[in-house]
């Protein structure tokens, strides 16, 4: 239905095609400036080139003003992006806020790209000279602006602002992801192992073993993930999006725990089934508590045979505590 109350870019004219340009300058200024806010605190090198790329469209846009001011006045006509058919349309704010400075270095480009193809294009449609002119000018001013962008990289983004920028965002990897996962995975791999293996003891059956690992292994996961989102909203610590913390948190403990609870899908009319799959389970085991000291050695800087030792000490504890309990 919107398409009924649009015009076409052609039917635009020059006074409309230059009230548009210069509320789109405005517009991917205050984008640029949202990057620039974004960045602030931990990448400030791509922050000021996301300030100085905001002050170049806001003098764009205070150019194209003064032309449209003597030619026209100073009153604007009420037209905006989403009343012109095909005209370019930006992300919503509130998703590029979550976007890596490279990201938004990317989205920029495009912006300009998108801008600057947009005027070429539309100088292509039109018949009036003037017109097409003005499009020709706004596509080599957007141009420009791409140029610039590059030339405000290298001029901001030294070696030694890449360097902190790199650092910066392995933290945050870290922090966002790494420990999330990683104490989900320890939960998922150590803490199921007590119920897990007492219902292999106590029952010798193993599907039964295996509804018990399942709704241990899942409830495991909804709780650690729950907890992970409420235990600290990101705010003050600097550790990212509580909810994309909880999911991260909540799958690697699910997952953690399933791992050794699908040897249990072995059939109980197998020969010797129950010890094929408690085998099979413990070498799982094995594998996890060997993945989770690596993680730590990789991200942490713990010593491999530090991390080795006090995983294999605490899986065992609560391997022999399920194994006691189920025996009983």
């Known amino acids: 239905m919107a398409l009924f109350g ?66 026209f006045g100073e009153h604007l006509p009420p037209i905006r992006r989403e009343d012109v058919r095909g005209f370019i349309t930006r992300r919503p704010v509130w998703w590029t806020k979550n976007l890596s400075p490279e990201r938004m270095r990317e989205e920029a480009a495009i912006m300009e790209m998108q801008a600057a193809n947009f005027y070429e294009k539309a100088a292509t449609q039109s018949l009036d000279t003037r017109i097409r002119e003005l499009f020709l000018h706004l596509a080599e001013v957007e141009r420009g602006h791409r140029r610039k962008a ?61 509804l018990v690992g399942l709704a241990a292994s899942v409830g495991a996961g909804i709780s650690m993930g729950i907890t992970e989102a409420m235990s600290d909203d990101g705010i003050i610590s600097g550790r990212g999006s509580p909810w994309l913390r909880g999911v991260v948190c909540g799958l690697m403990t699910a997952i953690g725990g399933i791992g050794h609870t699908l040897p249990y899908l072995v059939p109980d009319n197998w020969s010797n089934a129950f010890y094929i799959a408690t085998l099979i389970a413990a ?11 690596w993680v730590r050695t990789k991200y942490m800087d713990t010593p ?10 605490g899986g065992a504890l609560v391997l022999l505590a399920g194994i006691f309990i189920g025996s009983a």
């Open 6 to 71: 649009q015009k076409a870019l052609e039917d635009l004219t020059e006074r409309e095609v230059l009230a548009l340009s210069i509320a789109n300058e405005e517009e991917d200024s205050r984008i640029y400036q949202v990057f620039a806010e974004a960045c602030a605190e931990q990448f400030p090198a791509s922050a000021r080139i996301f300030e100085d790329m905001a002050e170049e469209e806001r003098g764009h846009r205070a150019s194209l003003f003064e032309v449209y001011r003597t030619r």
């Open 150 to 210: 590059d030339q405000l990289t290298e001029a901001h983004l030294t070696d030694a602002a890449r360097g902190e920028e790199d650092a910066a965002k392995h933290r945050q990897f870290v922090l966002t992801y790494v420990q999330p996962g990683l104490a989900g995975l320890i939960d998922g791999s150590v803490s199921t192992l007590a119920p897990l293996f007492a219902a292999a003891f106590a029952t010798h059956n193993n599907w039964n073993t295996f």
């Open 283 to 293: 070498a799982i085991v094995a594998v996890e508590l060997v993945v989770i000291a």
């Open 304 to 313: 491999f045979l530090r991390s080795v030792f006090q995983v294999v000490v």
